[in-house]
Structures are given as C-alpha cells and as structure tokens.
C-alpha cells in the first residue's frame, strides 16, 4: 500500500506483463525490433539511476517480477495482460500460460487474463474455453496489431471478432482490454487505431472495454469515445510515466481523462517491465496537475480520486474486496517474504 496523507492506499496494479524476449526465444526479426522498441519507452520515461540494462530487461522472471512490485513498489495486487506474439518468439513473448504459473504460486496476488485472436478462427474458440476452463480468467487482453501469417492486424468491429466477443459474453469473460495506442516497431500504428472499440462497445453492453494505453496519440478520439459508452474504460499504462519527466503532458491527459471520462472510469498500470512500479506509482501518488489545466478542466487529482484510480476502480470490475484483501495480506507468502504484515494488519486496524 502506498501512505499518502496520512492514509493507505491499496494499490492494484492492472497492466503486467512477464515477458521473455532473450536472444534463444526470438525466431523473427521483429521480435529483436519489438524488444528494443520497449527498452527505448523505458528508456524515454524512466529515471536515469533507475535504468535497468538490455539483459535483465530481456527476461527477468517472476521472482525479480515480484520483488520489484510488492518487495520495492507499493503494489497490493495485480493484472497480468499476456501478449504472444508467436510470430516473432518462438515460444510467446509473454503467454496466458506464463501468467498462469506466478498466479498459481500466488493466487491471491495476482490475477491473469486470458487472450484472443479472431484470426485464429474455431481453434481460437476452442482454446478461449480453455483459459476459462483452466484458470477461470475474468478478463481478456486483445492486441490488434500483432501478425499473423500475411496479416497485419485484425479488427474489434469485424464479425470475426463479435463471435469472440459473443464467446466472452457467454463464458462470462466480461473486462476485455484492447491496446489501443501507441505502436512498438514493427507492428503499424493504425492496426491500433481506437475507432472500433466504439462499435464493439455499443453491440456489446454487457462487456466492459478497458482501452490500455487510452488511445494515446489519439486521446481526443478516446475521450469522444469513451464519453459515450458507459462501459468503456481507460487504463493509464504508457501515460502514467509522463508524470516523471513530462509533467505538465501527465496533467494535461489526466485533465482530458478525468473531464470527459470521469474518475470512475480510470485503471492505474504500470506495463511493468516497462516501467518499474517501485518509482512509478510515488511519481503518480506525488504528480499534481497544473493551475493553469485545473483552472481550464476543474478537475481534481485529489487523494479522493487517486484511491479510485490507483485500485478501487479495478477492484470494481475484478469483484476485489479490498477490506478482506488486507486482512488476507497480513500474512501471506508475500507479506511474509518481505516483512509487510504490520503494515496490513495496521491498516486493517484503522
Ligand atoms: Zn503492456
């Protein structure tokens, strides 16, 4: 939990990932591009003496993985959002599979989404109940630029994708989180585009769309997007390190986010290993907006609204009791590995 204001505030962390993309897993020339791609958006955002170097960048398993968001950050809980990639890795760059083994070790810490590609057809439907079957995933994480064969990208709004989404519907997998937003050399900008979250948002009411990386560059688009559909979200994975060394652009997205979509509708994410949580989340916590963007958007960045932001608003859509959570953290595994049970147990008192 990160203290701020004389409060604690339960941090659920909801855009994770634990990748490999060290040199024996990569069989294309798009998964060195793709991984150096991310180590330059580390790089452009991080702290200079929080740097890590391309190696440990590459693969850095589960157990750095968990020090670095419960042990060093203030991470209470979190989503982990795979990415396969099987184009570029040959065994994924980051699978449901991989997420569902740090879940099973610690279960009431994290929790994984399942993922699909429409282009992937009945096969895809099959392994879609399979997740389900498997590890009753909640969530799915949908990446429309990734290849596939000849293709460059599929759409939300295509009738292949409404199957999956019907899919999803019916087997009760109800948070799907698109990226939308920026691209990662050498996949194409516009297989991002955030234009079909509208159509699938509005055929599909009972789903919840959380938009990771809200849209970014296009955030006016989101925001004229996400105004109108009451079951659209946006995840802050990507914008939220602007808050480090582009302060006033942080201000100025949150300004925009919080006018149009309201405080509610707003996930914190890290995109660990993107980005470290153990500088990340006190760089958010600590960001203000400014004068200037509050005086335009009367908005508020408050304690009130980071509580919302930073866990209670994923702890919403993922079914969290956060209360029972910190009773549960006072002693478990990760409590006990990095002496936290007072400060749960603390905070339960309150
Ligand atoms: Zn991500």
């Given amino acids: 939990m990160y203290h701020h204001e004389g409060e604690d505030v339960f941090v659920i962390d909801g855009h994770l990932h634990l990748w490999d993309a060290s040199e024996e897993n990569i069989k294309h020339q798009g998964g060195e591009e793709f991984i150096q791609c991310f180590y330059d958006y580390h790089a ?13 960048y590459r693969k850095y398993g589960a157990d750095r993985m968990v020090e670095d968001l419960f042990g060093n950050g203030a991470v209470d809980m979190g989503i982990l959002q795979p990415t396969h990639l099987h184009e570029f890795y040959k065994n994924g760059f980051n699978t449901v599979d991989d997420d569902a083994e740090l879940v099973e070790q610690y279960p009431e810490r994290f929790i994984t989404n399942g993922r699909w590609d429409p282009r992937d057809g009945e096969a895809g439907l099959k392994e879609l109940e399979r997740q389900k079957e498997e590890y009753d995933v909640q969530g799915a994480k949908v990446y429309t630029a990734e290849w596939k064969g000849d293709s460059k990208g599929w759409r939300l709004d295509s009738p292949e994708a409404f199957e999956f989404l019907e899919k999803c519907a019916e087997l009760g997998i109800t948070n799907i989180h698109p990226h939308k937003g920026p691209t990662i050399r050498p996949l194409n900008r516009d297989a991002f585009d955030v234009g079909d979250v509208d159509d699938a948002a509005s055929s599909f009411p009972n789903l919840n769309f959380i938009v990771e990386h809200v849209g970014l560059p296009r955030l006016d688009d989101f925001c004229w997007i996400g105004t109108q559909e009451p079951n659209v979200y946006g995840g802050l994975a990507v914008a939220a390190p602007f808050a480090q060394n582009r ?6 997205i949150m300004s925009e986010l919080l006018w149009w979509l309201g405080e509610d509708k707003l996930l914190f994410g890290s995109d660990y290993a993107l980005w470290n949580p153990d500088w990340l989340v006190e760089t958010v916590m600590e960001a ?20 919302k932001v ?15 959570k910190k009773r549960e953290f006072a002693d478990d595994a990760i409590a006990q590995r990095f002496g936290l049970g007072d400060h749960y147990s603390g905070a339960a008192a309150d």
Avoid: C, Q
């Fill in 310 to 324: 930073m866990g209670e608003n994923a702890a919403e859509l993922y079914d969290i009791d956060i209360e029972a």
């Fill in 44 to 56: 452009t955002f991080t702290p200079e003496d929080r740097l890590w170097d391309m190696d440990e």
């Fill in 247 to 252: 302060p006033e652009k942080f201000s100025e």
């Fill in 288 to 307: 203000e907006l400014t004068e200037e963007h509050k005086m335009e958007y009367g908005v508020e960045w408050s304690h009130e609204v980071k509580k």
